[in-house]
C-alpha cells in the first residue's frame, strides 16, 4: 500500500489535481485540506508503525496508534464528502476523476 501510495503522490505532484469547477473557496480549501491529510496520514501511519514494530520505539508506536485512528476520521470525512458531490450536490466531481472525466 505504501508504493501505491507513493506513487500516487507522484502523479499528483508531477501531474497536478483534476480542474475544479468552481464551487465555494472554503469547499475547496477543505477539499485540498483533506486529500494532503490524506497523503500525509498514509505515508505517516506506516512509518510509525514500523518504527515502533522494527525499532522497538515506544513513541513511535503511541503515534502509530493515534495516526491510525486519526486516518480512519480523514477517511470517513472523505467518503462523506464523496457521497454529498454524488447525491446532494451532483456537480460530476466523481466523474472528472476517472480518464476523459
Same mark, same amino acid.
Given at each position: 500500500?505504501?508504493?501505491?501510495?507513493?506513487?500516487?503522490?507522484?502523479?499528483?505532484?508531477?501531474?497536478? #489535481?483534476?480542474? *475544479?469547477?468552481?464551487?465555494?473557496?472554503?469547499?475547496?480549501? #477543505?477539499?485540498?485540506?483533506?486529500?494532503?491529510?490524506?497523503?500525509? /496520514?498514509?505515508?505517516?501511519?506506516?512509518?510509525?508503525?514500523?518504527? @515502533?514494530?522494527? /525499532?522497538?520505539?515506544? #513513541?513511535?508506536?503511541?503515534?502509530?496508534?493515534? /495516526?491510525?485512528?486519526?486516518?480512519?476520521?480523514?477517511?470517513?470525512?472523505?467518503?462523506? #464528502?464523496?457521497?454529498?458531490?454524488?447525491?446532494?450536490?451532483?456537480?460530476?466531481?466523481?466523474? *472528472?476523476?476517472?480518464?476523459? @472525466?
Amino acid at each position: 500500500m505504501l508504493v501505491l501510495v507513493v506513487w500516487r503522490l507522484a502523479v499528483r505532484v508531477t501531474h497536478g #489535481a483534476p480542474r *475544479r469547477n468552481g464551487g465555494h473557496p472554503l469547499a475547496a480549501r #477543505a477539499a485540498g485540506i483533506g486529500h494532503w491529510a490524506l497523503y500525509g /496520514l498514509m505515508l505517516l501511519v506506516p512509518f510509525s508503525g514500523a518504527a @515502533g514494530w522494527f /525499532l522497538g520505539a515506544a #513513541a513511535a508506536a503511541e503515534a502509530h496508534e493515534v /495516526l491510525k485512528t486519526l486516518l480512519l476520521v480523514v477517511i470517513l470525512g472523505h467518503i462523506g #464528502a464523496t457521497l454529498v458531490h454524488r447525491f446532494w450536490l451532483r456537480d460530476g466531481v466523481s466523474a *472528472r476523476m476517472l480518464p476523459g @472525466g
